[in-house]
T-cell receptor
Framework: KQEVTQIPAALSVPEGENLVLNCSFTDSAIYNLQWFRQDPGKGLTSLLLIQSSQREQTSGRLNASLDKSSGRSTLYIAASQPGDSATYLCAVRPTSGSRLTFGEGTQLTVNP | DARVTQTPRHKVTEMGQEVTMRCQPILGHNTVFWYRQTMMQGLELLAYFRNRAPLDDSGMPKDRFSAEMPDATLATLKIQPSEPRDSAVYFC?????????????????FGPGTRLTVL
């Protein structure tokens, strides 16, 4: 059974810092990995999707990397802003089916 | 801009009552997902449909939960009878799964959720 772990559970940084969120998964037979953002009381917003054949994806100040063989992904946020404060979740999709397995999330607070 | 809509946004009910949650997926999407989120369990997939057919409902307690797609613009999740342990936020998500060059591409778009409280 796939298990997804995110470290740290919570992170508080001053504005402007670069930061890294970590995601690890136990079964490397994945189809893709997705990073989501969730604001309090809201649904999830997809940030980046990395296919299993890819090593990284970039969108603006966000960069996600994937090392499938070691079961790890990182989300790098450059020059963090207070508006980045949210919970970040990673989710993996298996090679068959569309069932995503989510991590528990990292709650990020960026202080002005 | 296109988005997934869910109704109601909040629901408070008493134990034993029937609860129906509705979702309107993004027009043109062929896959609909139902998730439940709690502090203890995090996000769990309950069921998902492709082209209105249920593909996987193994995450759903079938004795009290049922999910349907009466048409391509409406998905429903029903709980009967509801119990306090069903209190959670229920999310619907939709996506367009396409097979290009033998590979599927998909991104899931989430609705705002229905916050259910069963007293």
């Amino acid at each position: 059974k796939q298990e997804v772990t995110q470290i740290p559970a919570a992170l508080s940084v001053p504005e402007g810092e670069n930061l890294v969120l970590n995601c690890s998964f136990t079964d490397s037979a994945i189809y893709n990995l997705q990073w989501f953002r969730q604001d309090p009381g809201k649904g999830l917003t997809s940030l980046l999707l990395i296919q299993s054949s890819q090593r990284e994806q970039t969108s603006g100040r966000l960069n996600a990397s994937l090392d499938k063989s070691s079961g790890r992904s990182t989300l790098y946020i450059a020059a963090s802003q207070p508006g980045d404060s949210a919970t970040y979740l990673c989710a993996v999709r298996p090679t068959s089916g569309s069932r995503l397995t989510f991590g528990e999330g990292t709650q990020l607070t960026v202080n002005p | 801009d296109a988005r997934v809509t869910q109704t109601p946004r909040h629901k408070v009910t008493e134990m034993g009552q029937e609860v129906t949650m509705r979702c309107q997926p993004i027009l043109g999407h062929n896959t609909v997902f139902w998730y439940r989120q709690t502090m203890m369990q995090g996000l769990e997939l309950l069921a998902y449909f492709r082209n209105r057919a249920p593909l996987d409902d193994s995450g759903m307690p079938k004795d009290r939960f049922s999910a349907e797609m009466p048409d391509a613009t409406l998905a429903t999740l029903k709980i009967q009878p509801s119990e306090p342990r069903d209190s959670a936020v229920y999310f619907c998500a939709s996506g367009l799964v396409l097979f290009r060059e033998g590979r599927a591409t998909d991104t899931q778009y989430f609705g705002p959720g229905t916050r259910l409280t069963v007293l």
